[in-house]
Structure formats: C-alpha cells, structure tokens
C-alpha cells in the first residue's frame, strides 16, 4: 500500500469521505502539465505522474486540473511554463464550466498562488506561470455560488482547489459522491478557504506520487502537480 503523503489528510464531512492535501508553497512548487515531451497530450492523471517520474522528478500528489473538450483541448485558460496554450473563455454556453461565476486557479513566478473569479481575473492583468480555468466557483469571497442548491440531487465523486489567506494551496477531492453545495462548504467550513474552484466530477482523480489513489478511469487534459521544493 502506497503511504499517504504527509501533506494530506482523510476526513469526513457531511457524511461524505475526502481526501484534503494542504501544499505550501514555501515547501512546495505547484505545477501544471498537459502534454509530454513530444508536445502530444498526456491524457490522463496516470500518464502525467509517470511522464514526469520517467523525466527525474515524481510528484508528491497529482490530479486533473480543468475540463477538456473532445478533442482534449483545454476549454478554458490554460498557462504552462509562462506559455499561454489556450486563451481566456468569457463565452456563455452549457454545463459546469459555464455555471457563472467560473474562474481561474494561477500560480505566479514566485510561487504564489491564487483563485480568482474570471472577470476578477482579467481585469487584474495576470502574468502567470501556470493557470488553468475550469468552473463554476465554489466559493468567492467566502460565499458560496449563489446558483448552488443546497444539497442538489447530481451527486457525482468532485475536486477542486481553494486557497487560504495564508497562501496555502488546499487541493480536495471527495471518496464519496457528493452535490456541489456540499463540496463548496467543504472547502468553506474544513479547508477554510475564501475563494475556491471545481476542477470536475465524475473523471476526479488523485496520484500518490505514480500510484493511483483514487482513479476514474477517464481521460484528463491538465493536471496538477504538487513536488518537494528543491532547494538551491
């Protein structure tokens, strides 16, 4: 059995089971990944955490980090590497990307991080060296969606990230399925963040460094990457 990182913590919230990891990112660096070195797409959490063991460097947790169109593109915002490889979406449309207020999840060249509501975030000019867009918002500014139900019946298994006021980075996925209201509260009410974004539901899955903790089976387009900071 693959020993649970130090950074993360099982709880149980509503009656529901889920996995909390808290990276800081003094202690950490925080990354994105969609393609290999090829430049062809990953396509899932399982290929991104091996590409990058098999590059020297394996991932403390990994998980998948935006939605994704058919062809795997990224729908939304998508930074990698300071390297903008899709563009802003402020478009209206369907599903849970386009339960506005969605927004954008950034990580800065200095390793700052944050979530921001996507109109916030564009007016705010962002520079960042790694940003992924995916929707709705579960929380902003300490208030969750105000077109969340509170406890709905699309109940699926969900992940998202928050962050604190601290700066830490809080990266949550359930066990259990549960509704968008709870998952918000969730971050609200245990991972005490303000501001808080779902990255997906039904294809959520987690890595412990290349072993699959919880696997959806399905395909991923971004991922998240959380590695020991290397120190200088």
């Given at each position: 059995?693959?020993?649970k990182?130090?950074?993360?913590?099982?709880i149980v919230?509503?009656?529901?089971?889920?996995?909390?990891?808290?990276?800081?990112?003094?202690?950490?660096?925080?990354?994105?990944?969609?393609?290999?070195?090829?430049g062809?797409v990953?396509g899932?959490?399982s290929?991104?955490?091996t590409?990058?063991a098999a590059?020297?460097?394996?991932?403390v947790l990994?998980?998948?980090?935006?939605m994704?169109?058919?062809?795997?593109?990224?729908?939304?915002?998508?930074?990698?590497?300071?390297?903008?490889?899709?563009?802003?979406?402020?478009?209206?449309?369907?599903?849970?990307f386009f339960?506005?207020?969605?927004?954008?999840?950034?990580?800065?060249?200095?390793g700052t991080?944050?979530?921001?509501?996507?109109?916030a975030?564009?007016?705010?000019?962002?520079?960042?060296e790694f940003?992924?867009?995916?929707?709705?918002?579960?929380?902003?500014?300490?208030e969750?969606?105000?077109?969340?139900?509170p406890?709905?019946?699309?109940?699926y298994?969900r992940?998202?990230v928050?962050?604190?006021?601290?700066?830490s980075?809080?990266?949550?996925?359930?066990?259990?399925?549960v509704?968008?209201?709870?998952?918000?509260?969730?971050?609200?009410?245990i991972?005490?963040?303000?501001?808080?974004?779902f990255?997906?539901?039904?294809?959520s899955?987690?890595?412990?460094?290349?072993h699959?903790e919880i696997d959806?089976?399905?395909?991923?387009?971004p991922?998240?990457a959380v590695?020991d900071?290397i120190?200088d």
């Amino acid at each position: 059995m693959t020993k649970k990182p130090e950074i993360c913590e099982e709880i149980v919230f509503e009656g529901s089971r889920a996995v909390l990891c808290t990276a800081d990112p003094g202690d950490h660096d925080i990354r994105l990944i969609y393609r290999g070195p090829d430049g062809e797409v990953l396509g899932s959490v399982s290929k991104a955490v091996t590409a990058l063991a098999a590059a020297g460097r394996t991932p403390v947790l990994a998980m998948n980090a935006g939605m994704y169109h058919a062809d795997m593109t990224p729908v939304g915002l998508y930074v990698e590497d300071s390297t903008e490889l899709a563009p802003l979406n402020t478009e209206e449309g369907f599903g849970n990307f386009f339960l506005k207020p969605n927004g954008v999840f950034f990580v800065g060249a200095n390793g700052t991080a944050g979530v921001m509501e996507t109109e916030a975030y564009r007016a705010a000019g962002m520079v960042p060296e790694f940003a992924t867009q995916s929707g709705p918002m579960l929380l902003i500014e300490g208030e969750v969606h105000p077109r969340f139900l509170p406890d709905g019946t699309s109940r699926y298994i969900r992940n998202g990230v928050g962050v604190r006021a601290d700066g830490s980075i809080v990266l949550a996925i359930t066990r259990d399925e549960v509704s968008l209201g709870s998952f918000a509260r969730l971050f609200r009410d245990i991972a005490e963040c303000e501001n808080a974004l779902f990255f997906d539901g039904a294809v959520s899955s987690l890595a412990w460094g290349t072993h699959m903790e919880i696997d959806a089976g399905e395909p991923a387009g971004p991922v998240v990457a959380v590695f020991d900071r290397i120190e200088d």
